[in-house]
């Protein structure tokens, strides 16, 4: 069971600056996300993207601004539960809240942040009707650990960068690839289509263009994939193999959030934003693009300043006797400081720890 003061579910930026916020009142905090990385739509979308309108920073590539926000929770310690669904919510007889997810892992805590923008980021997934029976017995959509593929026979589906990245990096470690995509021409960057082409000329890997995996075999685990090239519907080539990974791109869910008693509006949950981003529940707050109200703005920079605001709230929830004086972050109001900005640093994390 791990135990912590705020939970908050979504590590995108918004959840990434909560941590701060909250570490400046001296909470900790522990994150939850379904991806297996940190940054939400900034690690997961657009990594390479320039924003331009992150206060202070004329340009910054989405990719360095969430390293930039790991750098500054760093201190704070915070802890990561990655690639796992928050699935379900219980209010425990002492108010505070259980938070279970898609693994079972479960979170103990006072204050639940939802900090999750778009919703959980769902594999797209082919139009094959039986692949539920094979999920996790050959079928995956997100690969975790390319070791486990180590010699054995892949099929890939897909035309983008995921699809032809994973080709080509399990071409040097499974005993066979197969990449299948359903046109002749490749979505990916072109090097990465050259690099593809190069090793389908010397036999490391098997393109098939033009076609399709149309249904899988297998008793109990996947044996085969049934592949279809297009207007063809007479012949189908049955292919064998150990595993299918169809690489069709991340679509977000707000998934099971919905059905946690929130008050939900256009797949966003309302909040009160006259004072604290709290929810219809006292002690779950939502921040960031999964929230809404009137003149909601979908930025980053608005989550970040509701995480500000929302901290001030959760420390007062769960301190109800102490009286919060709030400071500012720069060495004024630290005593006896006037050096570096590393020191600085260090006087600041050691007034608050
Ligand atoms: C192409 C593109 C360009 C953009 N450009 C800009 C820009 O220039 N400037 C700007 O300010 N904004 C921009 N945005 C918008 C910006 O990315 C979002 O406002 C920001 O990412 C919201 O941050 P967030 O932390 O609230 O949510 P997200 O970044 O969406 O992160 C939410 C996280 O929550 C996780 N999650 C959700 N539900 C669950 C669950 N049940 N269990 C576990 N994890 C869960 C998700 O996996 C995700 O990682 C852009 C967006 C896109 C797509």
Redesign the pocket.
Known sequence: MIKTDILI????????FTVFEAGLLKLKCHL????PI?????????PK??????PGFPEVL?GDLVRNLMEQIKPFSPGFTLG????TLEKLEDGKFLVT??KGTQHQAPVVV????????EPRKPPIASIGKYEDKGVAYIIKEPEIYRNKRVVISGGGDSALDWAIYLAEIAKEVSLVHRRKDFRGALDSVEKVEELSKSGKINLITQAEVVDLKGENELEAVVIRHNGDTSVDGIKPTDFFIPLFGLS?K????GDWGLEIEKNAIKVNNAYDYQTNIPGIYA????NTYPGKL??????FHEAAIMCQSAYQRIFPEKKYVMKYTTVSGISGFDGTRKEAKKEIIKSIN
């Open positions: 579910i979504g590590a995108g930026p918004t959840g990434l939850i996300d379904a991806l940190p940054g939400g739509q900034c690690s997961e979308i657009y993207k320039p924003i331009y309108d992150i989405a796992e669904r928050a699935e997810t898609s939802i900090a999750g923008g778009l919703g959980s980021f977000p707000l998934g099971p959030i921040i960031g693009d999964v979908k930025l980053i920079l608005c989550g």
